[in-house]
């Protein structure tokens, strides 16, 4: 389809632009190379990790790092590292299911609130009140609410972030209806979907999805906390915010368990932030 | 005149200002009694400064914005809504920056409307998009190319191409040339008689600039404060014009012969704001000939003759007669020089 | 100002010996991530003292280049080159930021095509002429305020004192404008630049602005820089008119002159081009073709590509400005133009 080419082309075109400016950044450069390293971690770490992430050897517990054992073990005796790249695994899947649905849905609310002028009202005020729950209290009451489980979690995850991506996608969009073209379209006779996909996402989706990475971010942090708190997968799954709980127990006989487990979610959380930012400084300055 | 193209008859367009749920209503009355015809392949040309409500007009003409009062008669019937006003009456805006998708290629844009109405198939789109192009004097090869990278005549030329892609049978050019440079103004002016010529398409030009709706439009219609003030033939208006805003507007606007200036009939103040509108005429509060009857009565828009005026002094008032100032005739050869150069240019 | 200077450098030099504003080879140069843009190329301009001088160009002509240079506002990465730049005697390329300061709004002043964003939204009128005024003059506020109205009055604005309370987004347009010119002028400069002061405003209220800044300008002996893409309100305004294209100066010339007898085709297309120089009915005569792109320019004149005229040395050799008759300069090799091309066709 035409359309479909043209996109992909500048597509290409932007990306090869921000590629140029990320070199001139080394802020990005970091970022971009640690968030590498932490995703080589989870997801080829437990394809070479020799370890059982579950099997339990209580004479091994909380043995300090050694050769054997890089970071250790816990308090169960398991392989620490391994532990962790599985938890990181988790954790990051949490995070991206939840921003991944909470972008589908803010997404949707804030175009459909910007295109249809009735609509902006209910929708903007619900998103309001969602809005004004600090998140992670969001967040724990509805995974309190609806129980452990990988689908309550995503959707306590996803829906305590979406507010702030409606929001987005709402200014996105209003910008882009404020724009001749839109009437354009509409006086050739477009109907409405096509406007909306065509003219209006295809124009505002840049700097939602650049709030959509920042909200990554905090999907994970959120994930994490959930897990610390109890409300996250039940163990034995590893997790980063359950391990780092676990390890509590025995912070002044073994400190490294939670300490490595809060690097980690320090280590991803970080670089997506720097990532977020690099990437809204490069969208503004393109606009300026 | 034949049964006209399109037909307005009482035409009120009002906005409520009000915000939020609690707000008590503001009501912004933009047009008030518009009653205006465009006639089958004619150019009317809607004037008047920022806030008189020409665009608004132009908008609800073009099924973009809803009158709140009024009859629409388009072909003797209502128009269609949608896709079917998409047949009838198509739209060139004044921006040429904002008003192509930024993301859809010239090829693109001007296929989408012609794909949509089922005016060419995915294989005889290409063909369809090249012939428009030639009719807007562009190259073929533009059709590969982005908006961004067109410049704003070009742009203009590919909104015109689009529009014309559904074959409609009235154009509204809303300020279609007004953020050009001067040197391309004409260029798409000429373009657009070029195809009503070719066509027969009607237009509904909406400017600012007189002396441009003077040199290409068949009809005028003067407006102030959401009000037609006079209207008629562009050679009798622009002669004679007898409403005092028109004569204020005319002799304004600057002429390009140094010393034919200074006797303007200037006026005074500036646009009331439609919130607050003036009793009685609106005209009243910046005319120099405002009488007490001005301040009680509304002025009508009547007139036996081809024009039509809203003013209770029309008749008395002295004749105003427009002398337009001759170029020199150095000018006038060196003009006809160039024209000649460039026509010989244009055939090589 | 009905006396009409003899333009050229070597004339000015000779009957006026102090002319107000002198450019010569004025060149700027922005660095751009692809690369150098010249924006003027080795532009001459004179202003004697009280005089109106329009420089019309259209978009990418430099004219707002032009006025940005003059008044040292051009961002850092813009170089300014010129052979001589001097604004009463003084050397504006050697001058120290804080001289060129002090110069801007007494000697120099100049108002925009958008008043709104030359004003603080945030603070009143009054306010921010009592501020102008202060920031040159040591006089107490209770003495600026009072010349601060005076200033707005003499503007036309009715009741001056309201309005030095309002602000700036409770007046309409046209009342910014005013507000503008009563502060550019609140310290009688010699030298009011005006970058299409008039554009944004409805035709009407343009032809009062117009005829405050002619009036203003004759009372305070100002000298007046009219920048403009409109050829009638150059014939309105101009003593003297310079046209600018691409960058470079094409012609200068008195109005009287370049309106009866333009001697460079782009004048003649911008005049052609109008309206009012066309028969009803007909097509209007356009230039052919755009303005090109500042980093592509042609070799040779920079208007060949749209001239139709255009053969031989103007494709290859860039045309000087030359002088086509006393006070008319040309850049075009064809100059003068009639007498050249007349018999031909």
């Not at chain 2, 003067?222 to 005319?250: K, N, Q, S």
Request: hydrophobic share 45%.
């Amino acid at each position: 389809m035409m359309s479909d080419m043209s996109m992909t082309e500048v597509a290409a075109g932007s990306a090869g632009r921000t590629w140029r400016r990320m070199r001139a950044n080394p802020t990005m450069l970091i970022a971009v190379t640690v968030l590498l390293a932490v995703l080589l971690f989870a997801l080829i770490g437990p394809m070479i990790s020799p370890y059982d992430p579950y099997e339990t050897a209580l004479r091994m517990r909380l043995k300090p790092p050694s050769a054997a054992h890089w970071l250790g073990t816990d308090s169960q005796g398991r392989d620490l590292a391994t532990r962790l790249m599985y938890g990181a695994r988790t954790t990051l899947m949490l995070g991206l299911a939840g921003v991944t649905f909470a972008a589908l849905v803010g997404g949707t609310i804030g175009l459909l609130a910007a295109f249809y002028s009735r609509l902006d009202n209910p929708l903007m005020r619900l998103v309001d009140v969602m809005l004004s729950f600090p998140s992670i209290l969001f967040g724990l009451s509805l995974a309190a609410m609806m129980g452990p489980g990988l689908d309550s979690l995503i959707l306590a995850i996803g829906l305590s972030i979406m507010p702030g991506i409606a929001r987005i996608s709402r200014g996105a969009a209003l910008s882009v209806m404020a724009q001749d073209y839109i009437d354009g379209g509409r006086v050739i006779g477009l109907p409405d979907r096509t406007l909306m996909s065509r003219y209006l996402l295809a124009n505002a989706y840049a700097p939602i999805l650049t709030y959509t990475t920042l909200a990554f971010g905090d999907a994970v942090l959120l994930a994490a906390a959930l897990g610390f708190l109890g409300l996250g997968l039940q163990p034995p799954t590893a997790e980063l915010g359950s391990i780092a709980a676990e390890g509590r127990s025995f912070l002044f006989i073994a400190p490294h368990v939670s300490f490595a487990a809060s690097a980690l979610i320090f280590l991803i959380v970080l670089p997506v932030n720097m990532l977020g930012d690099a990437l809204r400084d490069a969208a503004d300055r393109r606009a300026s | 005149m034949t049964a006209p193209l399109l037909e307005l008859r009482g035409i009120r367009k009002e906005f409520n200002l009000a915000r939020g749920f609690f707000a008590s209503k503001r009501i912004l009355t933009a047009l008030d009694g518009i009653d205006l015809a465009v006639g089958q392949g004619e150019t009317l040309a809607l004037v008047g400064e920022s806030g008189c409500g020409k665009s608004t007009l132009g908008r609800i003409v073009a099924g973009l914005l809803p009158a709140t009062v009024g009859t629409i008669l388009f072909d003797g019937d209502q128009p269609g809504r949608g896709k079917a006003r998409a047949r009838q009456i198509q739209i060139v805006m004044q921006d040429p920056f904002g008003a192509l998708n930024p993301k859809m290629s010239v090829g693109e844009l001007i296929a989408e409307p012609a794909l949509l109405h089922g005016l060419a198939t995915r294989r005889t789109a290409p063909a369809r998009v090249a012939e428009l192009l030639r009719l807007v004097g562009l190259p073929e090869g533009v059709a590969q190319r982005y908006p961004h990278a067109l410049s704003g005549g070009q742009r203009q030329r590919v909104a015109i191409a689009r529009a014309l892609a559904t074959d409609p049978k009235l154009i509204v050019a809303d300020e279609a040339v007004s953020a050009l440079d001067v040197s391309v103004q004409a260029q798409i002016a000429n373009l657009l008689k070029e195809i009503q010529a070719r066509t027969g398409v009607s237009l509904l030009f909406i400017s600012h600039g007189l002396s441009l709706v003077h040199h290409i439009s068949d009809r005028v219609a003067v407006m102030y404060l959401g009000r037609i003030v006079e209207e008629g033939p562009a050679a009798d208006l622009f002669a004679r014009p007898r409403h005092p805003y028109t004569r204020a507007l005319i002799s304004a606007t600057p002429e390009p012969v140094p010393g034919a200036a200074p006797d303007r009939l200037a006026l005074t103040g500036e646009v009331p704001s439609p919130l607050a509108l003036p009793t009685g005429c609106r005209f009243r509060t910046r005319c120099p000939h405002a009488t007490k009857l001005c301040a009680e009565v509304d002025p009508p828009l009547t007139g036996e003759g081809p024009v039509r005026v809203a003013c209770h002094l029309a008749d008395s008032l002295p004749t105003y007669h427009v002398q337009k100032p001759r170029p020199a005739a150095r000018l006038q050869s060196a003009i006809d020089l160039y024209r000649a150069a460039a026509a010989a240019q244009t055939a090589a | 100002m009905k006396h009409m200077p003899q333009d050229t450098m070597l004339t000015t030099d000779i009957t006026r010996p102090d002319p107000l504003l002198v450019a010569q080879g004025l060149t700027v140069t922005f660095a751009t991530d692809q690369g150098p843009l010249r924006a003027l190329d080795a532009v001459d301009l004179t202003l004697a003292p009280g005089e109106t001088l329009a420089v019309v160009g259209e978009s990418g002509s430099g004219k707002s280049v032009l006025s940005l240079a003059l008044m040292g506002l051009l961002p850092g990465t813009a170089r300014i080159e010129a052979d001589s730049l001097t604004f009463e005697g003084r050397d504006l390329t050697a001058i120290t930021e804080r001289d060129f300061r002090a110069l801007r709004g007494t000697g120099m002043s100049m108002i925009f095509q958008e008043p709104a964003t030359a004003l603080n939204p945030v603070r009143r009128i009054g306010d921010q002429i009592v501020e102008a005024i202060r920031l040159h003059e040591d006089i107490p506020v209770r003495k600026a305020r009072t010349r601060a109205i005076e200033a707005l009055a003499a503007t036309g604005i009715p009741a001056p004192a309201e309005r030095a309370e309002a602000f700036p987004h409770q007046l309409s347009g046209g009342m910014r404008q005013r507000a503008l010119i009563a502060m550019a002028l609140v310290h009688r400069p010699r030298l009011l630049i005006a970058d299409e002061p008039t554009t944004a405003l409805d035709v009407t209220v343009q032809a009062q602005i117009l005829d405050l800044i002619r009036d203003l300008a004759r009372e305070t002996g100002t000298a007046t820089l009219f920048i403009t893409h409109d050829m009638g309100v150059v014939a309105e305004m101009a003593d003297r008119v310079a046209v600018l294209y691409a960058g470079r100066l094409v012609e200068t010339a008195p109005s009287a002159a370049l309106f009866s007898s333009p001697e460079h085709p782009y004048t003649v297309g911008l005049l052609g081009s109008m309206p009012q120089m066309n028969a009803r009915g007909e097509p209007m005569l356009p230039i052919q073709g755009t303005v090109p792109d500042p980093r592509v320019m042609p070799p040779g004149c920079h208007f060949h590509p749209r001239c139709p005229f255009a053969a031989g040395a103007c494709l290859t050799d860039r045309p000087a400005l030359r002088q086509v008759r006393p006070g008319q300069m040309s850049a075009c090799h064809n100059a003068p133009l009639i007498e050249t091309l007349g018999g031909a066709t």
